[in-house]
Every structure is written in C-alpha cells, then in structure tokens.
C-alpha cells in the first residue's frame, strides 16, 4: 500500500508509455496517484487523467512560476474545476513561491498564492505548497491564512520539503503535512535525512514529483511512481520500522488529508 501525493502524469515525457508507468507502479505496491497541477492547462488535463486512472486523484492550481499569468478569470476556472468532481479534486495545488529565478515578481506570486488560499478556504480543499527558496515568506503569508481561519484542521502539505526541522515543527502546528522525495535517498542529503527523522511519523507524506528528482538508484532518469517506493524505504529505515509500516502509516495520512 502506497501513495505517491504528488505526481505530474500529464507531463509530455509520459505520451508514450504512460500505461507501462501505470503497470509497473501497481506492481510495485502504488495502490493511489495524486495528480498535481501546475497551470490552467495542467489542472484541465489532471482532471481528465485522474477520472481514468484506478485510484487517481488530483489537485488544480497555479504554480508560482505561472504568477504573471494570474487574474480573476483562471482563479474562476480555477474553482470550478475544483468543484466538477469531489471524488477527483483533493487539493489547491501546486500554490506557493519560488524565489530561485528572479521572475515572476515576487509580489505576483504573493497574490496570486494569497488568492489561491482563499480559494481553497471556498471550496474546503487543502493546498499542497511549493516553497523554493521562499521560507521567510512563506511562513509570514501562512501565519496571516491561518489567523484569518483560512486553513482547515488538515491544512494542507509543504511537497519536496526543503526546510528546516524548526521550520517543520512551524508548519506542523499550522495543520500541515510534510512530504518528502527522491532527494531524501540521494548520498548528499544528511541535512534533509536529519530533518526526516525529525518530523513525526504521522505527519510525513511520500511523493516522487515525478518525472522530476528521481531517487536513487536511479537518479538521473525520468522518475515515475513505482519509484515512491525508494522514499518509502529511506523513511522506514530513517524511522527504524519495517518498509510495510512506513508505507501504510504514509497512505492513511495522506488518505486523512486529502479525504479518501
């Protein structure tokens, strides 16, 4: 039993063999997909896929790299494509900032990760956070949702954690989930495996973020979900369980954020 909370299926990389990526994430144990979005284009398209896909869900939402293309028409799509099928759309997501590039504005991205949070607040959704580079303002734009009352119990997810255990300990107590990725097995990654055996075990996701940071062994390739089932193994032995515990500890916490 495994789920793999955050994968871009409907990327060009897997036209021609995504049934083959399919079949061999059911073999490896991938019970459950989710979907994520990253544009208007994105979300359209994750919507389509999830509907097809045995235990696929998804997320819709605009990707901070997409904030200069923001404005109340796409939130309004947005939205509704949030609310076309609640059985499929689990999340707002992928929302957040990412200061490694210098464009968009970061005051885009701020408005349009603030709007998208209000969104998911309509539409009782959690959103899943890209944070690159971005952890002052991420956590200052946080702190203002979550007194807004904004967030739900379950807030939502920080995907491909990148910060901090305090930062961790911050986020945790704002109702959200950390997940980690391939990174988390690769042989530089102590800080990140430090960070791991830190948070607790009943608020860590698993995730590929797929066909991007593919684990090892096989770093370097396209990555897919079959192989959630390295970052689940690291889990395991960071935490000092069995891989079967780790894998079904992680399925019924994302299960409990999403509402499956």
Do not use: W
């Not at 960071?238 to 079904?248: F, I, L």
């Amino acid at each position: 039993m495994l789920f793999d909370t955050h994968a871009h299926l409907n990327d060009e990389r897997y036209r021609d063999d995504l049934d083959v990526v399919l079949e061999r994430s059911v073999n490896a144990g991938v019970d459950r997909i989710l979907i994520a979005s990253y544009d208007l284009d994105s979300s359209r398209s994750s919507v389509e896929l999830a509907s097809k896909i045995n235990g696929g869900v998804c997320s819709v939402g605009l990707h901070p790299h997409d904030a200069v293309n923001f404005n109340d028409e796409i939130l309004a799509e947005i939205g509704r494509l949030a609310l076309s099928d609640r059985t499929i759309v689990k999340a707002i997501g992928e929302i957040g900032l990412d200061y490694h590039y210098d464009d968009p504005p970061v005051e885009l991205q701020k408005i349009a990760f603030r709007r998208q949070i209000e969104l998911a607040h309509e539409c009782d959704l959690p959103i899943i956070i890209h944070d690159r580079e971005a952890h002052h303002d991420i956590l200052e734009i946080i702190s203002e949702a979550k007194k807004s009352g904004l967030f739900r119990q379950d807030a939502g997810v920080f995907h491909c954690y990148s910060g901090s255990a305090e930062m961790a300990e911050t986020i945790i107590k704002a109702g959200f989930y950390v997940s980690f990725a391939g990174p988390v097995t690769f042989k530089n990654a102590k800080r990140t495996v430090e960070v791991m055996s830190k948070v607790p075990i009943e608020r860590i996701l698993v995730e590929t973020d797929c066909p991007y940071l593919a684990p090892e062994p096989h770093r370097g390739t396209r990555n897919e979900p079959a192989y959630v089932r390295y970052v689940a193994e690291k889990l395991a032995e960071v935490k000092g369980m069995t891989y079967e515990d780790a894998a079904q500890i992680t399925t019924m916490n994302a299960c409990r954020l999403f509402g499956i």
